[in-house]
């Protein structure tokens, strides 16, 4: 059978279209995959390197089994089942007015570093943070790379020398914190609750100077924050994990 030069070149754009098509369908999903493999090799030497989710231990203890340490005593820190964000029991960290609490754990740095926590301030007025924290004296521990709930209910990220607001909180309320720090261009992008709240922000480097002396950051720490007045200051933590 012979076909038409008009019926061949029918033939040919048919054909032609439904190559373009697949093409296009099989486009997306490479360049997608290409994306996301050259997202691994920037970052595939960080992994979930440290999670405690607060739930093996007895309430009322201290999660010391993993690793937890104290820098500041304030009142206490214990495993509590008074609130959680998931499961049934959390980090319960008290601090007292100008002495705040603070626990950390030992970590080593790369280039890329990233942490997640849940955070839930109890008293309006009487905030806390999750971050690197220093330890300068008996009485005196400098912040670093730190998402602060601040006594004034703002959500503020505290670099080396900068604060950059990236949010708002209400007491009572649990909040989603997850940092990603690039060390090598001191920058880090911030998530509130899932949300991007700060991008490419100011940010330590792995050594600090502090008090005029260079310091390296190696301890990842939860705390209260200082407060003036009466009664106790409370922070929840919980679902806390660290990536290096």
Known sequence: MKFSLPLKLGVFVVLL???????????????????????????????????????????????GAKGWRTMFDGVSASVSNKKCSEGRQSF?????????????IPVSLGKIFAYKAKVCVENAGKGGGVGFVVKRGSSFGPTYNLVTFTNDERIVFRGERTLTEVGRYKAGTWYRVYVKIDFINRIADVYINGKLSGKNIPAAGIIVTDAGKKVKL???????????????????????????
């Open 218 to 244: 190696e301890k990842f720490g939860l705390k209260t924050n200082n407060f003036s007045g009466s009664g106790t200051s409370v922070v929840y933590f919980d679902e806390v994990k660290l990536y290096y």
């Open 92 to 104: 319960r960290l008290e601090g007292r007015a100008n002495w705040f609490r603070c626990e950390y």
């Open 17 to 63: 279209f439904t190559i373009v098509i697949a093409g296009m369908l099989l486009y997306r999903p490479l360049m997608e995959n290409w994306r996301r493999s050259k997202l691994r090799s920037a970052t595939d030497h960080i992994r979930e390197s440290f999670e405690d989710n607060f739930e093996k231990v007895s309430e009322g203890n201290y999660p």
